[in-house]
């Protein structure tokens, strides 16, 4: 099946600075990606969908500039959560999908996010 | 807000045993997906039901799909302890990739 990668799996950092999340497709072409959040104990949270070339569309209730998304190739999606706070504290994970209606999406293992 | 209600939350059953969880949607749909996550891992992929099929097995897992009723259950027989994960539903309302989760089911498989 498709792989899904994310980098880095696990961040600590303080409150106030940024923090960079990557999700790769490695063996498949992703014009859509997804960025969902899930806090423990609960489900996963739909916060954004990155088209390549185009700009993310957020969900509503998600700040577009505390979480800002890149979908600069095929292949790469970036969320960068900035000025980050100790309730940012969460696991993100990201889904790929080749952007055909119904398409399977493939997640990526996620990335816990600490912030101190 | 969450699109799907799963039941029962949490599951603990013996090896061997079946397992059984059920999920029920709000809007119509014309898929229904069921996802696995390992606990702090990403989701895997299990078996996805269209809305015009009522029922669907890969491998030791069953899942069934009552559009009247909007819900759908998840059968896994025989489980084994790697069986042991939380287990969402996930729907597709808008028909746009855009994926609700069901609040998920935590099962625990007891060797």
């Known amino acids: 099946g498709a792989v899904v990668s994310q980098h880095p799996s696990w961040v600590i950092c303080k409150s106030g600075t940024s923090v960079k999340i990557e999700c790769r497709s490695l063996d498949f072409q992703a014009t859509t990606m997804f960025w969902y959040r899930q806090f423990p104990k609960q489900s996963l949270m739909l916060m954004a969908t990155s088209n390549e070339g185009s700009k993310a569309t957020y969900e509503q209730g998600v700040e577009k500039d505390k979480f800002l998304i890149n979908h600069a190739s095929l292949t790469l999606s970036t969320l960068t959560v900035t000025s980050a706070h100790p309730e940012d504290s969460s696991f993100y994970i990201c889904s790929a999908s080749g952007g055909r209606v119904g398409e399977t999406q493939y997640f990526g293992p996620g990335t816990r996010l600490l912030v101190l | 807000s969450q699109q799907g209600e799963e039941d029962p939350q949490a599951l603990s059953i013996q090896e061997g045993e079946n397992a059984t969880m059920n999920c029920s949607y709000k809007?119509?749909?014309?898929?229904l997906q069921w996802y696995r996550q390992n606990s702090g891992r990403g989701l895997v992929h299990l078996i996805l039901i269209r809305s015009n099929e009522r029922e669907k097995h890969s491998g030791r897992l069953r899942v069934t799909l009552d559009t009247s009723k909007k819900s759908s259950s998840l059968l896994i027989t025989a489980s084994r302890a790697a069986d042991t994960a939380s287990y969402f539903c996930?729907?597709?309302?808008?028909?746009?990739?855009?994926?609700?989760f069901g609040q998920g089911t935590t099962l625990q498989v007891k060797p």
């Open positions: 809007t119509s749909i014309n898929n």
């Open positions: 996930a729907t597709d309302p808008g028909n746009t990739g855009k994926l609700i």
